[in-house]
C-alpha cells in the first residue's frame, strides 16, 4: 500500500511540472517561413543569466537555456509554452542577412496566463499586445512616469550619474509604495545593463518585499551588484588566471604608477579600430610609468590566430592574453567590449570605460602631469 502511494504521489508530482503555465499565441505574418527569437531584451553586465524560466521545445519552437531565448519558425499560429514564476520581460528580434544586423521590439513582459502578440514588420518590431495580465499595464504606466529621465540617458554610453540617481530616488518611492512590484525590479537590471552600475542601485533594491527578495533573479541579479560595487571604481582589481598558469595579480600593478587593461575581441570592431589610437597612447606614456596590457575574449584556435594577427598588423608589443578559461567577465562582470579599466600601482580600480579612450587618456594625465 505504501509503495503504492508513494507511485500515486510521484505521477501527481510529475503532472504538476508537466502542466504549463503561460502560454504566448504569436502572430508574425510578415516572418513567415522565417525565424524570430525571443529572450532578454538586449544588454550587458551577464543580466540575461538571471532569468528564470523554461519553455516547452517542439517541432518550431528551440530554447536556448544559456541565453534564456526562444528561437521560433514561424508558421500562421506560433504557439509557445512554458512555466514561469514571476513576470519576466522579453523582447523580439530579427536577424536579416541583407544588413548584417538585426532589429528588436521594445519590452514586453510574460508571466503566468496567455499572451497573444501581433508582429509587424518594420525597422524597429512592432508589437501589437492583446493581454489582460497586469506587468504589461503596470509596466506602461510606470514608463510613462519615467519618461523625462528615459528621455535624457543614453544606452551603453556615459551619462550624468546624478540623472541616474534622480530617476533611483523616484524608484524608491515607488518600490515603498509598490514592495511586490517586479515590474520596478526589472527596471533596475535594465538601468545597470544599459547605463552601467550605480551605487544607488543598492538602496533601491533593499527596499522590496521577500516575495520579490526570494526569487532566483533577484538573488543573483544581487550578486552581480556586490561583483561590480567591489571591482568598480575604487575596488580591487581580482587575479585573474589564463593559459598556461600566466595571470594578471597586485604583483604586475606594483611595477608601475598606471596600468590599462584592455578586454577585446575579435567580432568587436570599436576594439580592432581603436587599437591604433591605444598603440599611440602606450607609445606616448610608456616611458612614464604607464603599462598596458591586453585580454582577448577568444578560445578557439582560428580565433586567436585571428586575434594574434591583428595585434601584430597593430604593432601592438605589450602583453596580451587569452582568457580560455572566461574568468575575465565573471570577475570583472564584463560583457561588453572594448573595455578600458585603469588599476594603480596598489591594485585600485580607478577608472572603468566602455570605449572613451579621450575619457581614460584624462585620467592618465592626472597621474603623468
Not at 49 to 66: G, P, R, T
Not at 156 to 161: A, G, H, I, M, P
Request: glycine share 4%.
Amino acid at each position: 500500500m505504501k509503495t503504492l502511494l508513494n507511485i500515486l504521489l510521484f505521477v501527481s508530482y510529475n503532472l504538476v511540472l508537466s502542466q504549463n503555465n503561460f502560454k504566448i499565441t504569436l502572430k508574425a505574418p510578415d516572418f513567415e517561413k522565417d525565424s524570430l527569437f525571443i529572450g532578454p531584451p538586449m544588454s550587458s553586465g551577464n543580466t540575461h543569466k538571471i532569468y528564470n524560466f523554461e519553455v516547452v521545445a517542439e517541432k518550431n519552437i528551440s530554447f536556448m537555456k544559456d541565453f534564456n531565448s526562444v528561437k521560433a519558425k514561424i508558421t500562421p499560429e506560433t504557439i509557445i509554452k512554458g512555466n514561469i514564476e514571476y513576470p519576466q520581460p522579453l523582447s523580439i528580434s530579427y536577424y536579416d542577412p541583407k544588413i548584417n544586423g538585426g532589429y528588436e521590439s521594445k519590452p514586453f513582459f510574460i508571466e503566468k496566463g496567455n499572451l497573444d502578440i501581433t508582429v509587424n514588420k518594420n525597422n524597429n518590431i512592432g508589437l501589437i499586445l492583446n493581454t489582460e495580465d497586469k506587468a504589461n499595464k503596470e509596466y506602461t504606466i510606470l514608463q510613462e512616469k519615467l519618461k523625462r529621465y528615459n528621455d535624457i540617458l543614453k544606452p551603453f554610453q556615459e551619462n550624468d550619474s546624478k540623472i541616474i540617481e534622480n530617476k533611483q530616488i523616484f524608484l524608491q518611492n515607488y518600490i515603498k509604495n509598490n514592495p511586490n512590484s517586479f515590474v520596478a525590479f526589472w527596471e533596475i537590471v535594465s538601468d545597470f545593463s544599459r547605463f552601467g552600475f550605480n551605487k544607488s542601485y543598492l538602496n533601491s533594491l533593499k527596499l522590496f518585499s521577500k516575495n520579490v527578495r526570494n526569487t532566483f533573479s533577484y538573488i543573483e541579479f544581487r550578486k552581480i551588484m556586490n561583483t561590480e560595487n567591489s571591482t568598480n571604481v575604487g575596488g580591487n582589481f581580482p587575479e585573474i588566471q589564463f593559459e598556461n598558469n600566466s595571470k594578471i595579480s597586485k604583483a604586475d600593478f606594483s611595477k608601475y604608477n598606471l596600468t590599462l587593461v584592455d578586454y577585446w575581441s575579435t567580432t568587436c570592431k570599436p576594439c580592432i579600430q581603436d587599437l591604433p589610437e591605444l598603440v599611440k597612447m602606450y607609445e606616448k606614456y610608456k616611458e612614464k610609468g604607464i603599462n598596458f596590457i591586453s585580454v582577448t575574449d577568444e578560445n578557439q584556435k582560428d580565433r586567436i590566430d585571428l586575434a594574434k594577427n591583428i595585434l601584430a598588423k597593430n604593432q601592438v608589443t605589450w602583453t596580451n592574453y587569452f582568457d580560455l578559461r572566461k574568468e575575465f567577465p565573471k570577475k570583472l562582470n564584463a560583457a561588453g567590449y572594448p573595455l578600458q579599466i585603469l588599476v594603480d600601482r596598489n591594485g585600485k580600480i580607478i577608472a572603468r570605460k566602455l570605449g572613451e579612450l579621450e575619457q581614460i587618456e584624462n585620467e592618465i594625465k592626472k597621474y603623468v602631469e
